[in-house]
């Protein structure tokens, strides 16, 4: 299956489509059934102790995987979430971007599901693992 969106296309949806949040994520690579995007850490995203909160986190895992399915199948709004199950792993590095590398492990008609590695700048283990699943509407 080839993509039917770039980088620039999905950045341009995003701006359009959810200009609250498009800031928050840079897309840095699109390839057939899979993307890294990034999240640049700021002050709005940590929690109590200097760390980055969860729903951050869970921001980066959810927003990597629905890229990555409009990456395939194109501009559609309203693929969503159905499903998530996220384990955080280690604290993230302080003052450091997260980096999200999404890949979806079925991509069907109905449904497509993926995973989401979360990995904190300049270390080595995954801070965040997510498992998602998205419903595809009808077209």
Not at 10 to 34: C, G, H, K, N
Not at 119 to 135: C, F, I, K
Request: net charge neutral; hydrophobic share 50%.
């Amino acid at each position: 299956m080839d993509l039917q969106m770039d980088a620039a296309a999905l950045s341009a949806f995003m701006e359009r489509e959810f200009p609250q949040v498009a800031a928050d994520f840079v897309i840095e690579e699109v390839a057939p059934m899979q993307l890294r995007v990034r999240m640049p850490v700021a002050e709005r995203h940590l929690r109590p102790g200097g760390t980055v909160s969860g729903p951050s986190m869970f921001a980066l895992a959810d927003v990597g995987i629905y890229l990555a399915v409009l990456a395939m199948i194109g501009p559609q709004a309203l693929a969503v979430t159905t499903n998530c199950s996220i384990d955080f792993m280690r604290k993230p590095a302080a003052g450091k971007d997260l980096i999200c590398e999404a890949r979806l492990l079925k991509l069907g008609r109905v449904l497509a599901v993926g995973d989401a590695l979360i990995r904190s700048e300049g270390m080595d283990g995954v801070v965040a693992r997510a498992s998602l699943t998205y419903s595809i509407p009808p077209r």
